[in-house]
């Protein structure tokens, strides 16, 4: 009697930790399939930067293969590669430096998604990127025809007495633009020439690289890749990743012979416009950037209200505007 009392004990107290158990992993008790609570087991990392995005892998028993992960000042993809055993998620961590919970679920709280566990994120500041240092300023574009006189809006020649009354220094009158502008390397004053091949970069096929491939831009020092590539995912975290695997593919290709390609900054793309076009749809030299193309372009620079989105550059008319939901046509060129 004492023996089977006591085999009959031990199945009750297991019975009873077995449902504490599941009540403390999920909020509501639940358990799978298996009759096994989901227990996590680790996230990693748990430190990240503000701004950027961060792969993260969740490691576990039993998990819904609905598990899904949330930072509570930040934005979350969908996860990938779920088995009970884990899955990955990539997530781009907001707010200011600091603690910031992670929240692991059975599902997304709309589809009734119970508790899993919390993690404790590490957030640090996003570090300055250093811009590309310069020797020199493009110029505008705007040439010695493109002046104003007072009272008119119409285009006037910068050497006429109207204009010069109205401001001996105006755009069209000083600059690059207006005294190179032959237009030999190319337009009103900006300029341009072919990137050479290094021998021992390929030592069969020498000269330069085609337009298409790679241009150099003799004011600023900056090589810019010449192919323009269209990006299909949507604004914020899913155009990131696509724009970041983009350069790291360039850069394993080795483009013109360098691994240093990366994404512009927003001033950078800029001194590709030209301001003084009277080409419909380009302000960018397409006698050296071959394959323009007819919308706005991706840029390195986060846009402050929303650090998901980006700031975009237009070389249809060479305007600045923000990611966002209605960006279509939205290109990267890569520069180093």
Not at 17 to 22: D, G, H, K, V
Not at 123 to 146: E, F, I, K, M, R
Not at 258 to 285: A, C, H, K, M
Request: net charge neutral.
């Amino acid at each position: 009697m004492g023996t089977a009392c006591g085999h009959f004990c031990q199945r009750l107290l297991g019975a009873l930790a077995f449902s504490a158990l599941a009540a403390c992993v999920g909020g509501d008790g639940q358990v799978q399939s298996s009759g096994q609570a989901p227990i996590v087991l680790s996230v990693t990392p748990l430190t990240a930067t503000i701004g950027d995005i961060s792969t993260f892998t969740v490691s576990g028993l039993n998990l819904p293969l609905t598990a899904t992960l949330s930072i509570a000042n930040g934005s979350c993809l969908t996860p990938t590669n779920r088995t009970a055993s884990g899955f990955t998620v990539s997530c781009t961590p907001g707010g200011v430096a600091g603690s910031q919970l992670i929240t692991l679920s059975s599902n997304t709280v709309a589809n009734g998604g119970y508790w899993l566990s919390t993690q404790t994120l590490a957030a640090t500041a996003s570090a300055l990127t250093p811009l590309t240092v310069v020797n020199l300023l493009v110029d505008s574009g705007v040439n010695s025809g493109q002046c104003y006189a007072a009272g008119s809006d119409v285009l006037v020649s910068c050497i006429s007495p109207t204009a010069i009354a109205l401001n001996d220094r105006q755009d069209g009158m000083t600059g690059r633009d207006v005294t190179s502008s032959d237009g030999a390397a190319g337009q009103a004053g900006l300029s341009y020439s072919t990137v050479i091949r290094q021998a021992s970069q390929n030592p069969v096929v020498l000269g330069p690289y085609a337009k298409a491939e790679c241009v150099k831009d003799n004011i600023t020092g900056l090589v810019w890749q010449g192919k323009s590539t269209a990006l299909v995912a949507l604004p914020g975290d899913a155009r990131n990743l696509e724009a970041k695997a983009l350069e790291a593919a360039t850069n394993a290709a080795a483009l013109c012979g360098f691994s240093d390609w990366r994404l512009p900054s927003r001033t950078e793309l800029q001194s590709l416009v030209n301001y003084g076009s009277l080409d419909l749809y380009f302000s960018i030299d397409t006698v050296w950037f071959v394959d323009a193309r007819i919308g706005a372009y991706y840029s390195a620079t986060r846009y402050a209200p929303n650090l998901k989105n980006v700031w975009l550059v237009d070389f249809t008319r060479g305007s600045l505007a923000p990611d966002s939901n209605a960006s279509s046509g939205v290109y990267v060129r890569l520069v180093r």
